[in-house]
Nanobody
Framework: QLQLVESGGGLVQPGGSLRLSCAAS????????IAWFRQAPGKEREGVSC????????TYANSVKGRFTISRDNAKNTVYLQMNSLKPEDTAIYYC????????????????????WGQGTQVTVSS
């Protein structure tokens, strides 16, 4: 009953853009911090970005700073990752993950563990 579903992945040329969505079912994201992770073939899972419960805190991996933007719309129970200026090295399966926060806006992290995970969406950047 507690599900996260990613969407918005696909094939895009270098320099292009995609917006990923992470929609929650069975629970409200109002009380959860959210992170985006990605995993490329043969690579470790990488924390790309995170956003705190109230959206007041966000962080980004150095590799995506200035290109990616995380946001949330709690009314829609959805978190987004806007990805611009995409590079081939951004190719990976992208996952969203949620962890309950007991204090509003308390923290944001791009490290494991996370309790709830989506199934992943493939992003391929290639000419």
């Amino acid at each position: 009953q507690l599900q996260l579903v990613e969407s918005g992945g696909g094939l895009v040329q270098p320099g292009g853009s995609l917006r990923l969505s992470c929609a929650a079912s069975g629970f409200s994201l109002d009380y959860y911090g959210i992170a985006w992770f990605r995993q490329a073939p043969g690579k470790e899972r990488e924390g790309v970005s995170c956003i705190s419960r109230n959206g007041g805190t966000t962080t980004y991996a150095n590799s995506v700073k200035g290109r990616f933007t995380i946001s949330r719309d709690n009314a829609k129970n959805t978190v987004y990752l806007q990805m611009n200026s995409l590079k081939p090295e951004d190719t990976a399966i992208y996952y969203c993950a949620a962890e309950r926060e007991y204090s509003a806006g308390s923290s944001c992290r791009r490290s494991l563990p996370y309790t709830y995970w989506g199934q992943g969406t493939q992003v391929t950047v290639s000419s």
